[in-house]
Antibody, heavy 121, light 106 residues
């Protein structure tokens, strides 16, 4: 059974760094072809892809936020991480992590429940 | 960046009605992927590789298309199909989503 769960600070202030953790089970990020991505969704709005990390530590970022994003993983503990620096109110959203690659196609086949993050002074 | 434009933005359909949602890409993509999202829930994979139904998706759904034009079709609308549907591509980085189509019951 594949599960993913996001965790984060809940609320933080502008200019701080947002640190998110995705803890997953039912698959391994050391398995060939496997990846985990981060996607966010402001309340009432659409989905925005942020970054992906792959089993071989290859990383892809959304260029619109690239300089602010860092994705990483801890394979032994089945976790993936995302850091976003210098946050502002526009970063307020629900953040999801999701699995990609099991079927060899670039789509997210399992999603976490999401974690709400509010940036406010 | 490949921009995905979904139409319509909102649509209301009666039970039993046929529904088609379109996703147009600003450049050609190899495959299109679709997700269903209901309020307060995470997106669910719905259609992958343009026309394959994800696990558990009723066969009244279908997907088709090529190049820059793709569609999701519901053969006979049911109340449980009311949701927002998003298309997604990753033929070119960055991965992009369409802005969503909200499907309501009439």
């Amino acid at each position: 059974q594949v599960t993913l769960k996001e965790s984060g600070p809940g609320i933080l202030q502008p200019s701080q760094t947002l640190s998110l953790t995705c803890t997953f089970s039912g698959f391994s990020l050391s398995t060939y072809g496997m990846g985990v991505g981060w996607i966010r969704q402001p309340s009432g709005k659409g989905l925005e892809w942020l970054a992906n990390i792959w089993w071989d530590d290859d990383k892809y970022y959304n260029p619109s936020l690239k300089n602010r994003l860092t994705i990483s993983k801890d394979t032994s503990n089945n976790q993936a991480f995302l850091k976003i620096t210098n946050v502002d109110t526009a970063d307020t959203a629900t953040y999801y992590c999701a699995r990609m690659g099991y079927y060899g196609s670039p789509y997210f086949d399992y999603w976490g429940q999401g974690v709400m993050v509010t940036v406010s002074s | 960046e490949i921009v995905l434009t979904q139409s319509p933005t909102t649509i209301a359909a009666s039970p039993g009605e046929k529904v088609t949602i379109t996703c147009r890409a600003s450049s050609s993509v190899s495959y299109m992927y679709w997700y269903q999202q209901k309020p307060g829930a995470s997106p669910k994979p719905w259609i992958y590789d343009t026309s394959k139904l994800a696990s558990g998706v009723p066969n009244r759904f279908s997907g088709s298309g090529s190049g820059t034009s793709y569609s999701l079709t519901i053969n006979t609308m049911e109340t449980e199909d009311a949701a927002t549907y998003y298309c997604q591509q990753w033929s070119s980085t960055p991965l992009t989503f369409g802005s969503g189509t909200k499907l309501e019951i009439k």
